[in-house]
T-cell receptor
């Protein structure tokens, strides 16, 4: 069955330093993967998605992620953190149900803390 | 219009009240979802509607009753809730449930407090 594992519950960085949020997936084929961001008391916003067109995916706000099949990873990166990046980040995979529907399944989330 | 709109943004209700949450999208999406999110946790799937028919019910208690009156609108009717039902309720939509490549658009949620 497809699933995602977010390896860190919290990541703390200083403003201006690189960000790395880790996500590993489990799937028997190349799945569709997504990164979402949730600011406090807000809904979820799509940062980027991988759908097998290109392994390096660029998203909004300077974020990007690279799909690595050999490592079953889809880590989210940003060269330079900004204070406004402080939020909860979710790695999501589309999972097919027994009824043939695809539904989004979430990792546990990683809280990004940005220090001045 | 590329948004999912949820109303109300905040709701406080007593355990004997009946209230409804509303979700609306005008992107032509044919799949709509209700999620429940507790603090510091990922969203948990409650219901999925596909082409206005309920396709998935994740064993949600009957005090939560979903309704999809048309392809743009999704309601969640609430009755006799418990304090532990207090959470952020998120609505989402996608083009359909038939393909894994479709992205999911989320609303801002309704913050529900049961007193």
């Amino acid at each position: 069955a497809q699933s995602v594992t977010q390896l860190d519950s919290h990541v703390s960085v200083s403003e201006g330093t690189p960000v790395l949020l880790r996500c590993n997936y489990s799937s028997s084929y190349s799945p569709s993967l997504f990164w979402y961001v949730q600011h406090p008391n807000k809904g979820l916003q799509l940062l980027l998605k991988y759908t097998s067109a290109a392994t390096l995916v660029k998203g909004i706000n300077g974020f990007e992620a690279e799909f690595k099949k050999s490592e079953t990873s889809f880590h989210l990166t940003k060269p330079s953190a900004h204070m406004s990046d402080a939020a909860e980040y979710f790695c999501v995979v589309s999972v097919i149900t027994s009824g043939g529907s695809y539904i989004p399944t979430f990792g546990r989330g990683t809280s990004l803390i940005v220090h001045p | 219009d590329t948004e999912v709109t949820q109303t109300p943004k905040h709701l406080v209700m007593g355990m004997t009240n009946k209230k409804s949450l509303k979700c609306e999208q005008h992107m032509g999406h044919r799949a709509m979802y209700w999620y429940k999110q507790k603090a510091k946790k990922p969203p948990e799937l409650m219901f999925v509607y596909s082409y206005e028919k309920l396709s998935i019910n994740e064993s949600v208690p009957s005090r939560f009753s979903p309704e999809c009156p048309n392809s743009s609108l999704l309601n969640l009717h609430l009755h006799a809730l418990q304090p532990e039902d207090s959470a952020l309720y998120l609505c989402a939509s996608s083009e359909s449930t038939g393909g894994e490549n479709y992205g999911y658009t989320f609303g801002s949620g309704t913050r529900l407090t049961v007193v």
